[in-house]
């Protein structure tokens, strides 16, 4: 988990998720994320709600590839879905803001079943790193924690 103080993250990416926070309790958030592929919020309530919805998102762009697929013991039929087109400019996207805290996530790369990439704080002005899922856990629990 590293800082990083310059710069801020590329709008021009197809991946660019802005993630809005609304509410907080007992350690779950609950908002909206917002991102190019639909005009409206895709609403979350729970931490693992928004990484399942998230995760759906970066399946349907093919973007990041993941490097390895899911694997389960009962065989399941594949469910085809309309690839997503971009409908929504991604300057609109980093407008956004939740009532807690807005962060604008970017995934460079989906290896080893987990994202790596930069998430940045927009009411705290700082670019983070991370290189696993639980890494973007934390910074955004750490940074909720520090504002509220």
């Known amino acids: 988990?590293?800082?990083?103080?310059?710069?801020?993250?590329s709008l021009h990416v197809p991946n660019i998720i802005a993630i809005c926070v609304n509410q907080k309790a007992d350690d779950e958030i609950?908002?909206?994320?917002?991102?190019?592929?639909d005009t409206k919020p895709w609403t979350f309530?729970?931490?693992?709600?928004?990484?399942?919805?998230?995760?759906?998102l970066y399946n349907r762009i093919s973007f990041?590839?993941?490097?390895?697929?899911?694997?389960?013991?009962?065989?399941?039929?594949?469910?085809?879905?309309?690839?997503?087109?971009?409908?929504?400019?991604?300057?609109?996207?980093a407008e956004k803001r939740g009532k807690l805290g807005t962060f604008l996530l970017y995934v460079?790369?989906?290896?080893?079943?987990s994202?790596?990439?930069?998430?940045?704080?927009?009411?705290g002005a700082q670019k983070l790193q991370f290189s696993s899922e639980l890494e973007f856990i934390k910074l955004v629990?750490?940074?909720l924690s520090e504002s509220c």
């Open 1 to 9: 988990m590293k800082q990083k103080a310059d710069g801020h993250i």
């Open 115 to 123: 994202w790596q990439g930069e998430l940045e704080w927009i009411e």
């Open 64 to 93: 990041p590839q993941a490097s390895q697929r899911a694997r389960s013991l009962v065989e399941m039929s594949p469910q085809k879905k309309e690839p997503l087109i971009k409908v929504t400019e991604p300057d609109a996207i």
């Open 141 to 143: 629990h750490n940074r």
């Open 108 to 113: 460079k790369c989906r290896q080893n079943s």
């Open 45 to 56: 309530s729970s931490l693992v709600q928004m990484l399942e919805q998230i995760e759906e």
């Open 30 to 37: 609950a908002g909206e994320l917002y991102h190019c592929y």
